[in-house]
């Protein structure tokens, strides 16, 4: 009930397209689903956020969707870009704890 | 100014050393953290503390220990080191318990151990 499940692994997308990732989670105790994206030679960075109150979030070109019901959300990139080119981790966790449980990650390449 | 910062970079040493990575932070966030990158860029946490105290302690061999002089400061010190220990370390910082702002993470060491 701890693993956060996230695909695909690897992703091409063309410039000005939609990149989309998803993961599942499996404990319902989870209550907060972050994004990170991380650069090569960088740390991840706080990308997006959201509880499971709304069921989508949107912060300019990155959405969030969440689906309660089927334990998963999902990472949407509008108009995507060459500087967007990244590894992208879903991560999960319960509110009121000290860790999150992260994905596997995503290595995203957008195409000029 | 860099919020979360680690030093070194890149440790290369070898199988049986000792060696400490240091970590602080100057965004006044009360909870830090040691993450470990493998080759296929799992994250998975090692150790928290909050305020100095020890809060998560993962299954890590005990060969790894953190300390934390003050909570600005996360050291990771890693004795009798092994090739499986050849990984990226992050350090992170997060104010009050997760989920309300995230994560900050350093740049993290890339330690190989040959």
């Known amino acids: ?112 | 100014d860099t919020a979360v910062s680690q030093t070194p970079k890149y440790l290369v040493t070898q199988m049986g050393n000792d060696k400490s990575i240091k970590c602080e932070q100057n965004l006044g966030h009360d909870t830090m953290y040691w993450y470990k990158q493998d080759s296929k860029k799992f994250l998975k946490i090692m150790f928290s503390y909050n305020n100095k105290e020890l809060i998560i302690n993962e299954t890590v061999p005990n060969r790894f220990s953190p300390k934390s002089p003050d909570k600005a400061h996360l050291n990771l010190h890693i004795n009798s080191l092994e090739l499986g220990d050849s990984a990226v370390y992050f350090c992170a910082s997060s104010q009050g318990i997760q989920g309300n702002y995230g994560y900050t993470f350093g740049s993290g060491t890339r330690l190989t151990v040959v």
């Open chain 1, 1 to 112: 009930q701890q693993q956060v499940k996230q695909s695909p692994q690897s992703l091409i997308v063309q410039k000005g397209g939609i990149s989309i990732i998803n993961c599942a989670y499996e404990n319902t105790a989870f209550d907060y689903f972050p994004w990170y994206q991380q650069f090569p030679g960088k740390g991840p960075a706080l990308l997006i956020a959201i509880r499971p109150d709304v069921s989508e979030k949107k912060e300019g070109r990155f959405t969030i969707s969440f689906n309660k019901s089927a334990k998963q959300f999902s990472l949407h990139i509008m108009d995507s870009q060459p500087g967007d080119s990244a590894t992208y981790f879903c991560a999960a966790g319960p509110s009121g704890t000290y860790k999150y449980i992260f994905g596997t990650g995503t290595r995203l390449k957008v195409l000029a």
